[in-house]
């Protein structure tokens, strides 16, 4: 009988490996977008308020359909519209102005109307960010929700602590933001 050599293949195994390590990419990339829920907001963007259902609070509700990440938004608003509520989650926003202990401008120095006003939660600190106090020309990332601003300031007066002078110019503004969280962006 005739002796044959048979011998194993070598070297086609590194293909099955290269097409596996492919797949498993593929799956984790598929994964990650799947569960990117985020609407696009900056990892820098705290967001503490947190509903039952682990989304944050006020977010993916019928009234509030989608999270304001853009402070254009808000500036181009002239009445409060569809807006009150609505999530905001503003990434490295520059202050204008810090009126109060519990209130300040962000957006555009040279624009008026081209500002929000910031009133900061009671469970805040007062004009300080966790990393230091909210000043103008520094920038920082709001997490909020829009409000309504009220007709007669009165009231706020006292729990804002601004004064006549500010909240006269805030009575020419539909709206303002509730802050839950504010962070100083590092220069």
């Known amino acids: 009988?005739?002796?044959?050599?048979?011998?194993?293949?070598?070297?086609?195994?590194?293909?099955?490996?290269?097409?596996?390590?492919l797949v498993l990419a593929l799956l984790a990339w598929w994964i990650?977008?799947?569960?990117d829920r985020d609407g696009g907001v900056d990892a820098?963007?705290?967001?503490?308020?947190?509903?039952?259902?682990?989304?944050?609070a006020g977010a993916g509700s019928p009234n509030n359909p989608a999270?304001?990440?853009?402070?254009?938004?808000?500036?181009?608003a002239t009445t409060i519209g569809d807006l009150a509520g609505r999530t905001v989650a503003l990434a490295g926003v520059p202050?204008?102005?810090?009126?109060?202990?519990?209130?300040?401008?962000?957006?555009?120095?040279?624009?008026?109307?081209?500002r929000v006003f910031v009133v900061r939660?009671?469970?805040?600190?007062?004009?300080?960010?966790?990393?230091g106090a909210v000043?103008?020309?520094?920038?920082?990332?709001?997490?909020?929700?829009v409000q309504q601003m009220p007709a007669d300031l009165t009231q706020q007066n006292t729990t804002w602590n601004i004064k006549s002078t500010d909240s006269q110019?805030?009575?020419?503004?539909p709206l303002y933001i509730q802050a839950d969280s504010v962070q100083l962006v590092n220069p």
């Open 135 to 145: 000043n103008a020309g520094t920038k920082v990332n709001i997490y909020g929700t």
């Open 169 to 173: 110019m805030l009575a020419k503004y």
């Open 67 to 76: 999270m304001i990440t853009e402070l254009s938004t808000l500036t181009a």
């Open 95 to 114: 202050v204008f102005a810090a009126v109060s202990d519990k209130g300040f401008w962000i957006g555009s120095d040279s624009d008026a109307q081209q």
């Open 1 to 21: 009988m005739a002796q044959l050599d048979i011998q194993q293949k070598k070297g086609a195994g590194w293909l099955w490996w290269a097409i596996g390590l």
């Open 32 to 35: 990650v977008k799947a569960n």
């Open 44 to 56: 820098g963007v705290v967001a503490p308020a947190v509903a039952a259902d682990g989304q944050p």
């Open 121 to 131: 939660g009671n469970q805040m600190a007062a004009n300080t960010a966790p990393d």
